[in-house]
């Protein structure tokens, strides 16, 4: 790769006014520059000392962010947390019996409404007499 002069002191740009950016990004680069290409990937040994310290703070700080990710996500599934509060159940179900279930929960789900709109016919003759 070929980096212009001082390529390693330009920021990484984006567009803070993105609905779809993650409040705790947008905090994160509203506070700190995030440059776009790190001084070693250049192979440009020469930045000033305060360009090298940055650049470093900001490849600790990442590798720490995606440490923190790493324990979170053992921990999570180590206590369950990313699995449903049925799957020891419905991890050993068959094929048939995943059928079964789903067409009982479709019939379920008509009788409900059945009964919903009953309900609300009935409520509609006591407020018309």
């Known amino acids: 790769h070929e980096y212009a002069i001082g390529e390693e002191l330009k920021c ?11 409040p705790l990004e947008w905090s994160v680069r509203k506070a ?23 650049h470093r703070t900001i490849q600790t700080m990442g590798i720490t962010l995606k440490c923190a990710e ?14 449903s509060r049925y799957s020891d159940v419905t991890d050993f179900m068959t094929d048939e019996e995943w059928k079964e279930a ?5 019939d379920d789900k008509a009788k409900r409404n059945a009964y919903l709109q009953d309900q609300a016919v009935k409520k509609n003759k006591i407020n018309v007499v």
Do not use: C, H, Q
């Open 102 to 106: 789903k067409e009982r929960a479709v």
């Open 70 to 83: 790493k324990m979170g996500e053992v921990f999570t599934d180590f206590f369950g947390l990313n699995s």
């Open 32 to 54: 700190i520059s995030i440059p776009r290409v790190y001084y070693w990937e250049t192979e440009n040994y020469s930045v000033s000392l305060r360009t090298k310290v940055w």
């Open 12 to 22: 990484e740009e984006v567009d803070m006014s993105d609905p779809k950016l993650d």
